[in-house]
Structure formats: structure tokens, C-alpha cells
């Protein structure tokens, strides 16, 4: 079972405010990054270290995080953002690189 | 512009090994700023880290394949590879190889930033 909990689907209106998110204790300790991921597509980092953006990403993505909560939120989301999300941070393992995914989020777009 | 390429059988017969390769270009293997791991989706399900690795062959494990996994790195080629023994049709599933990029060690923020397109391993006699 996933360190990390993510709701399964979601959806938002076009050009409508919505916020994916991911529940985990390593969460108070640790930074999470986000993915979008489109079906045939490489998987695409949007969101790292919490609330940074990769270049190239557009600036209506955001990541914010409390307790043991992060989130992704989009503003004025397009049609073109109705994937697939997945949360990552580092696992309670104790080993430095061992991470964890969400189990993922789809967001639709209606 | 890096990039990544993994390449390797798409059928596996169940109870032998997986072996993939990513291949990368546009820059090199070597450094200390980044580490290469592999990541698996089995169909309708999410994204599983398998392992990672550091240029010089230090290697991190999911604990739960950890008996079965194998992550080598080979910087004259600029490649790393991935070994899973003993598959079953649990081990079928989407195989992206991806850079593990350090943005700041001191306060642990690693993040996956560049991915391969992926490929298909079905696990079948």
C-alpha cells in the first residue's frame, strides 16, 4: 500500500480553480514534486521541491503544502491539463533516495 | 536538449529475468547533481519506484523488489540498466527510466525531471 494517498479522480470546469491533493506523515518532513501524465506521452514534472515550477511550466500550476498535506493547484485550468497526477516524496524507509509515489489522481476537465 | 531511451524485450516468459536499458543522450551520465532511476506502471494501476542509482554505482532499492531488482550503470556507454528476476504476470507493466535531479540535498529536494517515453513489458508464456 502507498506511503502516500492521493483521491482518485477529480474534476473541474474549464477555466475553474482545482486542487488535487496528497496526504502522508512524510509529508511534515519532507518536500513533495508533482507529475501529469498523458496517456503515450513521457510523464512531466510540474511541480518540485512543494511550490516550484520547472521552466516551462505554465505558471497557473502551483504547489503549496501544511502538516501532513500537499497540493497541486491549478488556476483557470484548460483542456489540456486532463491527466493523470501523481505526488512523490521520499519514503519513511530511512534509506536517503528511497521515494514513493501517490497512487495518482485523474483530473477531468469538463 | 537530454534525453532518455529505454529499450529492451517486450515479452518476458514468467519465472525468467527483465532486462532494460536506458540510454542516455544530449549530455552526460556522470555527474554528481543527478541520480537515474527506473520507475514501472502495471496497466490501470499507478506509478511504482522500482530502484535508482548515482553514476559511480550507488544504489537505492524499493523495499518491496528489492530481492529481485538489479540497477547497474555503465558511464562509458552512457547507460544504466535494470534486471528483475523471477517475473510474473504482476511484473507486467509500462517501464520509464527517468534522472533523478538533487535541487538541494540539505533540505532533501530531489525530483524526477526528465523521463523516457517508456516501454511496454508484458510478462507471458
Known amino acids: 500500500s502507498s506511503e502516500l494517498t492521493q483521491d482518485p479522480a477529480v474534476s473541474v470546469a474549464l477555466g475553474q480553480t482545482v486542487r488535487i491533493t496528497c496526504q502522508g506523515d512524510s509529508l511534515r518532513i519532507y518536500y513533495a514534486s508533482w507529475y501529469q501524465l498523458k496517456p503515450g506521452q513521457a510523464p512531466v514534472l510540474v511541480i518540485y521541491g512543494t511550490n516550484n515550477r520547472p521552466s516551462g511550466i505554465p505558471d497557473r500550476f502551483s504547489g503549496s503544502s501544511s502538516g501532513n498535506t500537499a497540493s497541486l493547484t491549478i488556476t483557470g485550468a484548460q483542456a489540456e491539463d486532463e491527466a493523470d497526477y501523481y505526488c512523490n516524496s521520499r519514503d519513511s524507509s530511512g534509506n536517503h533516495l528511497n521515494v514513493v509515489f501517490g497512487g495518482g489522481t485523474k483530473l477531468t476537465v469538463l | 536538449q537530454l534525453q532518455l531511451q529505454e529499450s529492451g524485450p517486450g515479452l518476458v516468459k514468467p519465472s525468467e529475468t527483465l532486462s532494460l536499458t536506458c540510454t542516455v543522450s544530449?549530455?552526460?551520465?556522470?555527474?554528481?547533481?543527478?541520480?537515474w532511476g527506473w520507475i514501472r506502471q502495471p496497466p490501470g494501476k499507478g506509478l511504482e519506484w522500482i530502484g535508482s542509482?548515482?553514476?559511480?554505482?550507488?544504489?537505492y532499492y524499493n523495499p518491496s523488489l528489492k530481492s529481485r531488482v538489479t540497477i547497474s550503470v555503465d558511464t562509458s556507454k552512457n547507460q544504466f540498466s535494470l534486471k528483475v528476476s523471477s517475473v510474473t504476470a504482476a511484473d507486467t507493466a509500462v517501464y520509464y527510466c527517468?534522472?533523478?535531479?538533487?535541487?538541494?540535498?540539505?533540505?532533501?529536494?530531489?525530483?524526477?525531471?526528465?523521463w523516457g517515453h517508456g516501454t511496454m513489458v508484458t510478462v507471458s508464456s
Open positions: 542509482i548515482s553514476y559511480s554505482g550507488s544504489t
Open positions: 544530449g549530455g552526460s551520465i556522470s555527474s554528481s547533481s543527478y541520480y
Open positions: 527517468a534522472r533523478l535531479s538533487k535541487y538541494s540535498d540539505y533540505d532533501w529536494i530531489y525530483a524526477f525531471d526528465i
